[in-house]
Each structure stands twice: as C-alpha cells, then as structure tokens.
C-alpha cells in the first residue's frame, strides 16, 4: 500500500435516478494492482481520472478524460525506472484545466510533483516541496479562478505552495512547531483556503487548523481545534463558496466515534458527537459540503459484535440530523466516500462483502444515493448497487474496490473504483448523466451576406453560436421556419436557399450521440 496515500480507485458516472452503463475498460490487463486511481468531475460534466501502478520494473502514470461521450487515455508522464507513485486526487476546473500531485523520488529524496493539463496535454513535472523527505501530503486544490494549492508535512513541520494562475511559490511554513501529520487542505472559488492538520501535544494528538486568503497572500496563525484528554485522528475538513466550512475527525476515548465543528468563516462552533456514543467504533470519516452549507458526513460503523456497517448524517439549516445506517448489516463494510451538489443531493460510496446465489467475492462495489430528504434502502436487487459480483460461476472470484466519489451540480457523478478478477487488475468506467439531454448553445448571431461573382452577386445567411457546456453535446441541429435544415458538428451554418427580401427564423438546439435534443435558441435574419 502506499506510504503517503490511502489508494482511492476508479470511475463510473451516473444519474441519480438512472442505472448504470456497462463498463469501460481504461488501462488493459495490470499485473499489479494500482496504487491509487482516482477521479474529479466538473460542471459541464468532464471527467477526469488519474492512475499510478508498476509492471515490477517501470512506473507508469496515466489518465483517462471523458468528454463529448467518450473516453481518451494517455501518459501522464513517460514511463520510468525512477520511483513515481503516490499520485492524488486530480483537481478539474470549470475550463477543462487540471492539476494532479505525485510523490516521486529524486535523487533518494521523496518530493511533491505537479503537472498541469491544459485540456490536451500535461506538462513538463515541477517540484514544489522542498529538498527533505517529506511524511504526508494533501491532494492538490484547484479552483474555477486558476488557483491551486498543495500542502504536506515535512520534518514534523507543515508546508504549503500555492499557485496564483500563472507560477507556483516556493514552500511556505505554515507551522513549525514540529509533531504535526496529515494535512488536509479545501480551496473555494474566491481563493480563500482551510488547511487542517494532526498535531501531538503530549500525550495526546490533537487537530489544528489555518486559513489563508490569496488576495492578501496571508496566512492565519495556527490554532487548535481540539484540546480534549483523548487522540484526535482520520481528521479532513471542507471550505464552499460562501467561505463556510466543516471539520470531521475520529476520537478515541472508552470507544471511537466521529465528532464535527461547523466553521462560519471566522470562527468555530462547539464541538458535536455525530456517531453513536455506544461501546463500539466508528471510523474513517468522509466529508461532502454545498454552498448552502448543508454536509453529509459517513463513515464505517464497527459494532462490539457481529459485521460492520455504512453510516451517515446530513447537516442542514444549523443542525445535525438523525444518524442513519445507509448498508445492509449482513456484511462489513470499508472505504467509505460521499459526494453533495448544491441540490442538496447525495451520494455514498463503499466496498461491501457479498454473497450472491451462494457465490462470495471478497468486495463489491455499493452506493447509496440521498433526494434531499431521505437515503435509497440497499439490497441485492437494489438498483443502488453500483456493481455486485457476477453470478456467473466462472467469474466469482472478481473484487470490486470502491472508495471516491465526486458530483456535480447537475447531478452528474464520479465514482472510482478497481477490479481485480483473480489474476490481473483493470482500470474501470462507466458514464450517465443526471439529464437525457444536453444543455441548449450559447447566444446565437449572424446575419444576411453577400459574394459579389463576376455576373452576379450571391446573397446567403449566415449564423454561428457559442458551443453547448455539455462536454457530450456532439453536434447541433439547424431549424429554419420549424423545419430541419441541417445538421452540423461545429458552431456555424451557412444557408445558401435563401429568397430576398424574406425573412428567416432559424433554431438551433444541442444533441448528444444518442440523438437527444436540448431546447434551442433562435435568431431571426431580416433583409
């Protein structure tokens, strides 16, 4: 397992009220498991996923972006013999941009590595930690304005970099009060940053957080949020557009449980117990927030006896509602992960023990979506199962690993996952959407036009538009008078039939590979 990740895993986009496509094979046959894969989405409904896994002699890094329905895959960098693992989390932006970090070892030296992706190609790797061994890092944060961040801890002191749309920064101290682990940072689309961190004060560990603002390019002196007589750990924590923000982190005192504090933008709220506060464990909290404030939190119940379970506990209008257990209990559960959009929808990821027509495997892959008032039931015949074993008995030994999850505010999700069929191991997707259709073109403009031939003129409309947002809108049709005319791949028509002095009414509406239409915007071309 990765010394600096917890691997996450592949890709599946969905629908919240819609079943699931079949597969997509993204990397081939792997020898070796990945050592953490992983997907991001955007508004328009990009997807991008990241992988990192070795064949015993090279490291290789890989994606696979999904758009205009379908999935493109390349190197992130060349293969190579020098060690390059620890890949994150790829941060994708409202304009197809994105940043993805690794852990690679330079000259026997582990530091943080970033590379841009333009929409097309990735560039040339840049280190941004320092020249020390680094202990642990965060995921890169990438917002709609350009910005990034990267953190980690290193020497028992905590380091930031941020990048300002065009350069990134040399390290930063945010803390050097030594003893401090697991950074986890939230970036919004203003610019404003949460980093918190896990921090020993003898004799316990406890959970610290700052702030930092890149308009002022300033941070907030480091300050503790937990001061309890018990260990603090699993702590992460998330910043939305309204600068509002939540902490989760597990506990241990007679038992562990899960506990949170709601973050104003200025200060802390008191600190509440959401898990049960009976003799058992709960643990490996996951965290979503909207911008309207309204967080879900879930997380694996482990009873004093019998399996464990999926958890969860939504947070709107300034409380916490009831616990509630999303799984069946018949068998364990692990690897939890939950995505909210600005809705109020919700989806839970996690791996599940299954037994199917007396056929075990040792995981599948289970999800659990939340309308906005109440969570989906799971069961074997659930369309909430994001894939179950296969009940062919040839194929029993397949295992499905599900840990990451991302959704958009249209409803359209990413969940990652790995399969490993007994022998090799494959990089996985699935696409849906939460609408049937693409979304309408941009403003429409155009006008009557003129060729000027040596014995005649030749008059002729033209009209052109700005692109659909829909990254799997692949085409367009051209109405004039509520009559087709055309059909075109790019944003532009050229109407040669015209009579003078007449006019024209033409629409335009998006259409995706399936021939779905979205509404349409009109133009009306007077002589």
């Known amino acids: 397992m990765n010394r600096f990740l917890i691997p996450l895993v592949i890709s599946l986009m969905l629908r919240l009220s819609a079943d699931f496509l ?109 020249a020390q061994d680094i202990d642990t890092f965060a995921p890169v944060a990438y917002n709609d304005a350009g910005q990034a961040i990267v953190t980690w801890a290193q020497g028992g002191d905590v380091y930031a970099s941020v990048y300002n749309g065009s350069s990134w920064s040399g390290p930063v101290t945010v803390t050097s009060t030594s003893n401090n682990y697991s ?21 316990y560990d406890q959970v610290y957080y700052a702030t930092y603002d890149f308009q002022t390019d300033i941070w907030s002196s480091p300050a503790a949020l937990t001061t309890s007589m018990e260990n603090h750990y699993n702590a992460t924590a998330a910043l939305n557009n309204s600068n509002q923000g939540v902490a989760v982190w597990q506990e241990s005192s007679s038992n562990n449980s899960v506990v949170a504090s709601i973050y104003n933008g200025s200060t802390w709220g008191t600190t509440t117990l959401i898990s049960s506060n009976m003799p058992t464990t709960s643990q490996f909290p996951a965290l979503a927030l909207n911008d309207s404030g309204e967080a879900v939190v879930v997380w694996q119940f482990v009873p004093s006896s019998g399996n464990s379970s999926t958890q969860a506990i939504i947070y709107n209008s300034g409380s916490w509602g009831a616990l509630e257990t999303i799984s069946d209990s018949n068998n ?63 194929t029993v030994n397949d295992s499905y690993y599900s840990s990451s999850v991302a959704m958009n505010n249209s409803g359209d999700a990413v969940v990652a996952w ?110």
């Not at 950074?183 to 004799?203: A, D, E, F, K, R």
């Not at 839970?348 to 299954?354: E, F, L, S």
Request: hydrophobic content about 35%; glycine content about 6%; aromatic content about 12%.
């Open 183 to 203: 950074t986890v940072s939230s970036l919004n689309n203003n610019g404003n940053v949460l980093l918190i961190w896990v921090q020993y004060v003898s004799p």
């Open 332 to 394: 364990s559960t692990n690897a939890t992960s939950v995505a909210i959009n600005n809705l109020g929808n919700a989806i839970a990821v996690w791996n599940q023990d299954y037994t199917i027509n007396t056929h075990s495997a040792n995981h599948s892959a289970h999800a659990s979506t939340y309308n906005g008032s109440s969570w989906l039931s799971v069961s074997p015949t659930d369309t909430t199962i994001v894939f179950t074993p296969e009940v062919a008995p040839n």
């Open 418 to 527: 790995y399969l490993y069929d007994g022998t090799n191991y494959y990089v996985q997707a699935s696409t849906n959407y939460a609408t049937t259709t693409p979304l309408p073109p941009g403003r429409v403009f155009g006008g009557q036009e003129r060729n000027k031939l040596p014995f005649q003129t030749q008059h002729f409309n033209q009209i052109q538009w700005s692109p659909s947002p829909s990254s799997f809108a692949v085409g367009y049709r051209i109405y004039r008078d509520g009559v087709l005319v055309a059909t075109v791949q790019s944003p532009l028509y050229i109407d040669n039939s015209i009579v003078l002095n007449q006019s024209y009414v033409y629409e335009v509406a998006s259409i995706d590979a399936s021939g779905n239409q979205s509404s349409s915007v009109s133009l009306t071309i007077s002589p």
């Open 22 to 130: 079949p597969s997509v094979d993204l990397t081939g046959a792997l020898s070796s498991s990945p050592e953490s894969v992983y997907a991001s989405i955007n508004g328009s409904g990009q997807s991008l996923v990241v992988a990192d896994y070795t064949d015993g002699s090279d490291y290789y890094l890989v994606y696979s972006l999904y758009q205009s329905g379908t999935w493109t895959s390349g190197n992130i960098l060349a293969p190579s013999t020098q060690y390059n693992a620890g890949i994150s989390s790829p941060a994708l932006n409202a304009s197809g941009n994105a940043f993805v970090s690794w852990v690679q070892q330079n000259a026997g030296v582990f530091q943080i590595v970033v590379s841009f992706f333009n929409g097309t190609s990735w560039s040339t790797p840049q280190v941004v930690s320092g």
